[in-house]
C-alpha cells in the first residue's frame, strides 16, 4: 500500500475515532482533501482509493489540474480567499465555495454561475478569532450575511467555515470551535436548511468534531508537508 493509501487509511481512523468518542455517526463527517500545490497524480492516487471531495486555494493551479483530470468525477471545493476578479471562474469551475465573507462576492458568485451547472454550494466564513490577517465575517455579522446572501439565485447557502487561530493550547483551541458550532446551531433556528459546518485541520480535526464539525479539511494528514516549487507560492 502506498503512503498515500496508507495516509488516507489512518485520517479515516481518527475520524471513525473522534466520532464514536462524541456519539456521533463517521457518516456524518465529510473529508474533504486539501489538495493545493498537489500534483493532479497525487489526487488521482487518492480518488482511486475512494477520496472524492478536494478542496483548492489557488485558481490557476486548480484550473491547469482540474483540465488533468476532468476524466474524474471530483468534488471540487474553493476554501481560499476570493478576489473579486477571480468570481467568474469559480463560478463557473467549482461545486462548493468556503471562503464566502460579503455580500459582493456571494452576489458576483450568483451572477455568474452559469445556468446549465447546480446552484453553487456555499458556506459563509467566520472570523472565529477576530484576527485581522483573516478573511471572514466577525461573528455578530453572520446572521446578517446569511439572511442577504440566502436570498440570491443560483447559490445555496449550506453551512459555515472557520479556521480558527493556530495554537498549540488545546483549552483555546476547543473554545474557538465549540463558539462555531454554538453560532452555527443559532442560525439553524432561522435557517434549517444549513447542513455544513467546515472546520477542522490536521492538528485539531479530533477537538472540531466533537465540537460539531460536518466537514474536516485534512491536507498535510494526507499529503505530507507541503513544498512549493522554487519557493514561490502558486496563484
Not at 449550506?158 to 498549540?168: F, H, K, Q, V
Request: hydrophobic share 35%; with cysteine; charged share 20%.
Amino acid at each position: 500500500m502506498s503512503s498515500i493509501a496508507e495516509n488516507l487509511k489512518s485520517v479515516g481512523q481518527r475520524i471513525n475515532q473522534a466520532a464514536h468518542h462524541a456519539h456521533r455517526s463517521p457518516e456524518e463527517i465529510t473529508l474533504l482533501a486539501v489538495s493545493k500545490t498537489r500534483s493532479p497524480d497525487e489526487l488521482r492516487e487518492l480518488y482511486q482509493h475512494g477520496q472524492r471531495h478536494f478542496g483548492e486555494n489557488y485558481l490557476q493551479e486548480f484550473l491547469d489540474k482540474k483540465e488533468t483530470l476532468n476524466d474524474l468525477a471530483i468534488i471540487w471545493h474553493f476554501i481560499g480567499p476570493i478576489q473579486s476578479n477571480k468570481t467568474r471562474a469559480i463560478a463557473e469551475n467549482f461545486d462548493w465555495v468556503h471562503s464566502v465573507d460579503r455580500l459582493k462576492i456571494a452576489q458576483r458568485l450568483s451572477e455568474q454561475r452559469p445556468n446549465h451547472l447546480p446552484p453553487l454550494n456555499i458556506c459563509l466564513q467566520i472570523n472565529i478569532s477576530g484576527e485581522t490577517s483573516k478573511s471572514g465575517c466577525l461573528p455578530n455579522e453572520a446572521e446578517a450575511l446569511l439572511q442577504q446572501v440566502a436570498n440570491l439565485p443560483r447559490l445555496s447557502v449550506r453551512g459555515l467555515m472557520a479556521i480558527p487561530e493556530a495554537t498549540d493550547d488545546k483549552a483555546k483551541q476547543q473554545a474557538a470551535l465549540a463558539k462555531m458550532q454554538s453560532i452555527f446551531i443559532s442560525l439553524k433556528h432561522t435557517h434549517p436548511e444549513l447542513d455544513t459546518l467546515s472546520m477542522g485541520m490536521s492538528g485539531d480535526m479530533q477537538i472540531a468534531i466533537q465540537e460539531g464539525a460536518t466537514m474536516v479539511r485534512i491536507g498535510t494528514a494526507l499529503f505530507g508537508p507541503r513544498q512549493y516549487p522554487n519557493s514561490k507560492k502558486p496563484t
